[in-house]
């Protein structure tokens, strides 16, 4: 029986950074399976089913409880997960409000009226902007992408609130890749499986490549318990 990775999000076609999710699944090596879970749909709060969770760009999502119940989820059981733009978003919410103790942190577009803003708007948009990234040495991220830096795409108006950065690495979050105007580009949990979440969108380009980005190959690994692709 293959490995099951969940694509956590709601699909919508028109959008290129979903084309280019579906053109990652379509690249999953042999022994992976890979597919969306809508946010309200029937598979949404059964998410522990599968053996690795990809929380996916769209937000708003149709419904976000789910979403941050898988997230949780992953985190406190070592299944991995990763999670790209809106996902990046809503992992640091999760975080702030389970393991940094601020229960009233929540997202700007999502919850204007949070009691802190541990994600808020970003110095300005970066919706088809590509930025470069540059990663942290010593990270999994650095690891799987090189410390070189590197062309990121973008599709987001939000990011870390960075008055909260040192707060979330107090309490265990590495800040793994930072990027001009957007700040904070990856986060990572060490000690945990796989527990990565960026702000660039990794996906995007695998069309035109016809190969899986470093960070979803790697995800694909860890959903067979860490064997790499033949």
Do not use: K
Not at 33 to 55: C, E, K, Q, S, Y
Not at 172 to 190: H, K, M, Q, R
């Amino acid at each position: 029986m293959p490995a099951r990775i969940a694509l956590v999000g709601d699909r919508n076609p028109e959008y290129l950074t979903h084309r280019e999710l579906d053109a990652s699944i379509a690249l999953m090596p042999a022994g992976v399976a890979a597919r969306w879970v809508a946010t309200d749909g029937a598979d949404a709060p059964h998410l522990d089913g599968f053996d690795a969770l990809w929380i996916v760009p769209g937000t708003p999502y149709r419904d976000e409880e789910p979403v941050f119940a898988a997230i949780a989820h992953a985190r406190t059981t070592g299944v991995p997960i990763l999670g790209t733009c809106g996902g990046f978003q809503h992992m640091l919410v999760e975080f702030a409000r389970n393991v940094a103790g601020m229960p009233d942190a929540g997202h700007a577009e999502t919850d204007p009226g949070a009691g802190v803003h541990v994600v808020s708007a970003l110095a300005c948009s970066l919706v088809g902007e590509r930025r470069t990234v540059t990663t942290v040495p010593g990270t999994l991220v650095a690891e799987l992408c090189g410390e070189a830096p590197f062309t990121g795409f973008h599709w987001c108006n939000y990011g870390l609130e960075p008055a909260h950065a040192e707060r979330l690495a107090g309490a265990g979050l590495v800040v793994s890749a930072t990027a001009a105007d957007a700040g904070v580009e990856a986060v990572e949990l060490p000690g945990h499986p796989f527990y990565v979440a960026t702000l660039f969108q990794p996906q995007v380009g695998s069309s035109a490549s016809g190969m899986l980005h470093p960070l979803v190959a790697a995800l694909a690994d860890q959903a067979r318990g860490g064997v790499p692709a033949a």
